[in-house]
């Protein structure tokens, strides 16, 4: 399973309908918006690891302007979209290869895993919608970016 996470002061996620009409699915404040690729070898096991990363990481500063804190402790919130083009080999040519990305089914599954996961973390949680078109609009506090592998490939 690999994340994308970014400290944000603020954070939204639309949908678009087969018509173009724009929803927004989701919204935060201050904390983490996450974009999260499940991949083909992925399990329970992987969602309960980067859960347990997004939720206790310490990216954001203490009174001394350290990174001491973690979204929990600044009281955040998360926002959660799924995104399997984390999972895109672009080593030959010029289009890439999804193999290794999870089905749709499985990811999913593991998607809401991890969503569940944080709230259990006494975490807010939004999400985007899975297997939809969705546009994001955030702001990088920071900037702080993060990249985290369940496999620690990276």
Request: aromatic share 6%; glycine share 10%.
């Amino acid at each position: 399973m690999r994340a994308v996470i970014q400290k944000v002061s603020h954070a939204q996620v639309d949908v678009l309908s087969d018509n173009g009409q724009r929803e927004t699915a989701g919204r935060i404040g201050e904390g983490l918006m996450v974009l999260l690729g499940v991949g083909a070898e992925d399990s329970e096991q992987d969602a309960r690891y980067i859960a347990e990363k997004i939720a206790r990481m310490r990216i954001f500063a203490d009174a001394d302007g350290k990174l001491n804190l973690s979204v929990q402790d600044v009281g955040g919130s998360v926002l959660l979209v799924s995104q399997f083009t984390l999972y895109a080999d672009t080593r030959s040519g010029r289009r890439p290869s999804f193999t290794a990305a999870a089905g749709a089914e499985q990811a999913n599954a593991l998607y809401e895993e991890v969503g569940a996961l944080l709230r259990g973390y006494g975490l807010p949680v939004e999400t985007g919608r899975f297997q939809t078109h969705m546009q994001v609009q955030l702001c990088n506090d920071g900037p702080v970016t993060l990249l985290l592998d369940s496999h620690k490939q990276f």
